[in-house]
């Protein structure tokens, strides 16, 4: 689509802001007012439209899709999408561990278990770790410490913890990123969640698509972060 428009701006009102293009707010794709909690979310949607050429490109607006998808889709009923994330909580990638005595579980207990702990620690909560691919569930008081938890999170907030649980298969990570400080901090996060893959690399050598697919993801779970911090911002 060609560009339409020349001017990109904000407006705010009643603790919502809104992005303008040649003064007129923006809409969702069901065309709802895209309204946001604080201005700084907005500009981050206003700099996606300023960065456009003469031709819109619909892969470079990561976070106007979250933010329409949060409005249009999750506020309808965000309890379904914590539900959604709680399905990670009994398959935790942090979680499932190679046998004792294999060499990667000593990897995964440097890298993952000061993870775990931190984050049991914070949310009061005790996790199983597992052995081996066989399943257990966890327990109904951690399932249900996690759901109280997603349940004080916005739909905005909820749409940056999907795209960050999806990509790393775990929520321990999501919920880990989404409270850290700096852009470092998720991506060590993010690094850690990818343990295995390294390791497998490490081991047999490294394929380039793969290398280029994972470069992929750990881009948009950045760009996730980035986008959940934001909504987090009072």
């Known amino acids: 689509m060609?560009?339409?428009?020349?001017?990109?701006?904000?407006?705010?009102?009643?603790?919502?802001?809104?992005?303008?293009?040649?003064?007129?707010?923006?809409k969702t794709v069901q065309g709802a007012p895209q309204l946001v909690p604080n201005e700084a979310l907005a500009k981050q949607l206003a700099a996606e439209w300023e960065a456009q050429g003469e031709k819109l490109d619909p892969a470079t607006f990561p976070l106007r899709d979250m933010v329409d998808y949060a409005l249009d889709v999750i506020s309808a009923d965000p309890?379904?999408?914590?539900?959604?994330?709680?399905?990670?909580?009994?398959?935790?990638?942090?979680?499932y561990r190679a046998d004792p005595d294999e060499p990667l579980h000593a990897r995964q207990m440097e890298v993952w278990e000061p993870i775990v702990a931190g984050f049991e620690a914070d949310m009061g909560v005790k996790l199983i770790r597992i052995s081996g691919i066989i399943h257990r569930p966890q327990s109904d008081e951690y399932m249900a410490a996690?759901?109280?938890?997603?349940?004080?999170?916005?739909?905005?907030?909820?749409?940056?913890?999907?795209?960050?649980?999806?990509?790393?298969?775990?929520?321990?990570?999501?919920?880990?990123?989404?409270k850290?400080?700096?852009?470092?901090?998720?991506?060590?996060?993010?690094?850690?969640?990818?343990?295995?893959?390294?390791?497998?690399?490490?081991?047999?050598?490294?394929?380039?698509?793969?290398?280029?697919?994972?470069?992929?993801?750990?881009?948009?779970?950045?760009?996730?972060?980035?986008?959940?911090?934001?909504?987090?911002?009072?």
Do not use: N
Request: charged fraction near 30%; proline fraction near 1%.
């Open 146 to 178: 996690m759901r109280a938890h997603l349940a004080t999170l916005s739909p905005l907030t909820l749409a940056g913890m999907e795209v960050m649980t999806s990509l790393a298969a775990s929520l321990i990570t999501s919920t880990s990123a989404s």
């Open 79 to 95: 309890a379904s999408l914590a539900e959604k994330l709680l399905t990670y909580g009994d398959t935790d990638t942090l979680l």
């Open 2 to 26: 060609k560009r339409f428009y020349k001017e990109v701006g904000i407006t705010s009102g009643d603790d919502e802001w809104q992005v303008t293009l040649d003064g007129r707010g923006i």
């Open 180 to 234: 850290a400080a700096d852009r470092e901090s998720a991506l060590a996060l993010w690094r850690a969640a990818c343990l295995e893959e390294e390791w497998q690399a490490e081991l047999w050598g490294r394929d380039e698509e793969e290398e280029a697919r994972r470069a992929k993801r750990e881009a948009a779970f950045l760009k996730a972060y980035e986008a959940t911090r934001l909504t987090l911002i009072a």
